[in-house]
């Protein structure tokens, strides 16, 4: 009697063709396209003809696929660190005003256009007007596309070639290695470091103004330490003095991007507090403690920003629309998710985190969030936060959604300040997830 012949599993693997049919999948190529839509078939095909998954899954594991796939790599977050500026999270998360202004520019927009007239304008006028009704002391401003880049540029217009004037205690390391000296020697600027670390006094910078090559005085906010005990600096009003008498601008770098002061951050320094104490040009930067998008922002003397404005480096610098029209909307708009978090009342934080903590059953404890992004060092955010296993995070990092704790003394700790309210649910059913995945 004859063998019933073998029939190869594989041939129940579905075409292509057929895969691309289905409805979901379908709908998935406008927003994912084709070449994504394809790759993830490919990859569910493969799968089932290395014989990982059965013939008859892949249907549904193509459809899952899309279905939790996005267009871009980049993965929503739900911070529960307890960070508000959280660098590896793009700092600054943008407000409801900047997300709708992001998206009506999406498309073709006014942004060098005169409408009326049908002749080009200026690029980011309505964003430049918004900043200077936020910050009145400046006579005008202009924005790039990150702080670096607005002190790569004031440092070329102002002291390529020249001496660039800096205390020693003030020339800090940024984020990821860079250096704010290396930043300032690839303009071809000459550093003159004058005073020690702990101590500079304005006869430091007397002393460097005899040199008749100084393009600007820098005075840089340690944003991401500080120097405690026997200490010295200048005072901005000292520095305007001695810049006036010898005709060099005084340039204050105040990094975190404060319009005005704010009462819970006495020591963190502000645009207009800056100006009117002396300065000439403020450096600032757009995407942490002012809320809105990745920018540089140059604010002070009419004569210094159009100087900068007017330089070639300029055009290889600038803004991009989405973020003019993000950061118009930020500094225009309703204050930004960042100022709520910052504010947060400790109360409610308490009442939102002992329900959570009930609702999976662990205890909740003190916890101190941060401003971050190198603002305000030390300086602690009173809050609460929900003590879960520390293997936990590993999951929560990698669960949907996707969730990132602080995980401290042996401990998962998921701090809701940064987290929007409406949200506490989300984070609730990941946690959920987490703990039963255990």
């Not at 003809?49 to 993965?75: F, H, L, N, Q």
């Not at 304008?121 to 910050?135: F, M, N, P, Q």
């Not at 010295?232 to 770098?253: C, F, K, N």
């Not at 005005?260 to 507090?273: N, W």
């Amino acid at each position: 009697m004859s063998k019933p012949p073998v029939t190869d599993p594989r041939r129940r693997i579905p075409r292509t063709d057929a895969l691309l049919a289905l409805p979901a999948v379908s709908a998935a190529r406008a927003r994912l396209g084709d070449t994504a839509i394809r790759d993830i078939i490919r990859q569910a095909q493969d799968a089932a003809r290395r014989g990982e998954t059965p013939p008859d899954d892949v249907e549904r594991i193509v459809v899952e696929s899309v279905s939790a796939s996005y267009a871009s790599s980049i993965r929503p977050v739900l911070n529960a660190t307890g960070v508000v500026v959280h660098t590896n999270l793009g700092r600054a998360p943008l407000s409801p005003a900047a997300l709708d202004a992001v998206g009506a520019a999406s498309g073709y927009v006014d942004v060098e256009l005169d409408l009326e007239s049908g002749t080009r304008s200026k690029r980011g006028a309505a964003t430049r007007s918004a900043l200077l009704r936020a910050c009145p002391a400046a006579e005008d401003a202009l924005m790039v596309n990150n702080g670096a880049a607005a002190l790569v540029l004031a440092t070329t217009a102002l002291a390529a070639g020249r001496a660039v004037v800096i205390s020693r205690g003030e020339m800090i390391e940024i984020g990821a290695g860079f250096r704010l000296t290396e930043l300032i020697a690839s303009t071809g600027a000459r550093l003159h470091e004058v005073g020690t670390t702990n101590r500079t006094h304005a006869r430091d910078y007397a002393d460097a103004l005899t040199d008749d090559d100084v393009g600007a005085i820098l005075k840089v906010h340690p944003s991401n330490f500080r120097v405690e005990g026997f200490t010295s600096e200048t005072s901005l009003s000292e520095l305007r003095g001695l810049g006036r008498a010898h005709g060099v601008p005084v340039v204050a770098d105040i990094g975190s991007g404060l319009l005005q002061p704010d009462p819970l951050l006495p020591d963190e320094p502000d645009a207009t507090t800056t100006l009117e104490s002396g300065a000439d040009l403020v450096i600032a930067s757009g995407d942490k403690l002012l809320g809105g998008p990745q920018a540089g922002l140059l604010l002070g003397d009419a004569a210094l920003v159009q100087r900068l404005a007017k330089h070639p480096l300029a055009r290889a610098v600038r803004a991009d629309k989405l973020a003019l029209a993000a950061m118009e909307a930020t500094v225009g708009g309703p204050r930004p998710p960042v100022w709520e978090y910052l504010h947060a009342d400790p109360d409610r934080l308490r009442v939102r985190t002992e329900s959570l903590g009930t609702a999976v059953g662990f205890p909740i404890v003190a916890h101190d969030g941060r401003v971050g992004g190198g603002g305000a060092p030390g300086v602690p955010l009173s809050g609460w936060a929900v003590r879960l296993p520390v293997a936990t995070a590993a999951r929560l990092r990698v669960g949907d959604p996707v969730v990132l704790p602080r995980v401290h003394d042996d401990a998962c700790l998921v701090d809701l300040r940064c987290v929007p309210e409406a949200d506490d649910v989300r984070v609730l059913a990941a946690i959920r997830q987490a703990l039963g995945a255990s």
